[in-house]
């Protein structure tokens, strides 16, 4: 089956960057749209970014001009690149991949900011 692995969380100040890098280990899906998504405490998981494979990208609005989307296609790896960061983006940010039916998931990389 599919297997994510991110890494590049940790802590940061407000203001801050951090690049999120996302390994599908598997020759599974490897054509897929993948994605970034968030968990902060209390809340619901929520979607940050998405990319096809041929490279076209979406952006939730909270994150729309600090957050770029990459994916390199011959590593089978997506990135997260994070500017500007803000308290609010701390969470839990996990890696997606949707093929057909069903969504994996990563073990989640700890994004913490402070102010």
């Known amino acids: 089956q599919v297997q994510l692995v991110e890494s590049g969380g940790g802590l940061v100040q407000a203001g801050g960057s951090l690049r999120l890098s996302c390994a599908n280990t598997?020759?599974?899906?490897?054509?897929?749209?993948m994605g970034w998504y968030r968990q902060a405490p209390g809340k619901q998981r929520e979607l940050v970014a998405t990319?096809?494979?041929?490279?076209?990208?979406n952006y939730a609005d909270s994150v729309k001009g600090r957050f770029t989307i990459s994916r390199d296609n011959d590593k089978n790896s997506i990135y997260l690149q994070m500017e500007s960061l803000k308290p609010e983006d701390t969470a839990v940010y996990y890696c997606n991949l949707r093929r057909f039916a069903t969504d994996y998931w990563g073990q989640g990389t700890q994004v913490t900011v402070s102010s």
């Open positions: 598997r020759n599974i899906g490897s054509i897929n749209t």
């Open positions: 990319i096809t494979y041929g490279g076209t990208t």
